[in-house]
């Protein structure tokens, strides 16, 4: 007798039983998630406020490639790779590593 689970719990197996690929997928859409809310609520309370969210944003998740400030934030080189801004970008880079 099989018994239902609800999306969470499926998440849950998916990432706990599921290969690498399902794992980074997984991550990355959470990830995408938090940085889609974030930018939301920095454009909800408006004025400079949405500018400094922006900017704190692409500072955690983007790459430097000025040298000396890769030196100060190397985490950039990790980050950058689960940073997705659009849907577009999230979804065909999630169809590539799916398929890959």
Not at 19 to 41: D, E
Not at 43 to 65: C, E, H, K, W
Request: aromatic share 16%; glycine share 6%; hydrophobic share 50%.
């Amino acid at each position: 007798m099989q018994t239902e689970r609800n999306l969470i719990d499926d998440l849950k197996h998916q990432f706990e039983y599921g290969g690498t690929t399902i794992r980074l997928i997984i991550l990355n859409v959470a990830i995408f998630l938090l940085i889609q809310i974030t930018l939301v609520f920095g454009r909800l309370i408006g004025g400079d406020i949405d500018l400094q969210v922006t900017s704190v944003v692409n500072s955690i998740f983007a790459l430097n490639t000025n040298f000396s400030e890769f030196i100060y934030k190397p985490w950039g080189l990790f980050t950058s790779v689960f940073a997705h801004y659009s849907i577009f970008h999230l979804l065909f880079n999630m169809l590539f590593l799916y398929s890959a």
